[in-house]
């Protein structure tokens, strides 16, 4: 079980989106995914727990390990830009713990991270500064090593 990030996290993105980011000075949070899809797993519904950014402490990892499709519905890949960030440990939680205290359905928790690598997972509930951006890369030819 993690339970410190070791001062640097993850955020996978598309170059497309890494211009946007650029533009605005930082990572904008999004969905947090506590609210499930289902009205009979409460609770329910779209932005239930606070909006995050999601992060990963793998260095090597998939699009289904991270939770997401690597060419995304607008035809963007997801994977092709990596971002490390620091920020400060108490900043951050870790899904497993985050969920949890946020009331997350057992069972939508459950089929959120089947075939995934929840356990890599960090969010952090405010934007991410690009002041706090310590590296950009863009994926190589043969992969993330």
Known sequence: MSTSTEGALLHFTS??????????????VTESNIGSGR?????SGEHV???VVWLTDALETTAKALGVESV?????DKMA???TVKVPDAEVSWWPDFAREHGIHRQWRRLMERGRDADSWWVIPRPVMLS??????????GGWE
């Open 72 to 76: 995304q519905y607008d035809g963007t």
């Open 49 to 51: 727990g606070p909006d």
């Open 15 to 28: 170059p497309e989106r890494l211009a946007m980011i650029r533009a605005a000075g930082f990572l904008k």
């Open 132 to 141: 706090e951006v310590a590296a950009i890369e863009h994926r190589p030819p």
């Open 39 to 43: 009205p009979d797993w409460p609770p």
């Open 81 to 83: 830009v990596r971002i």
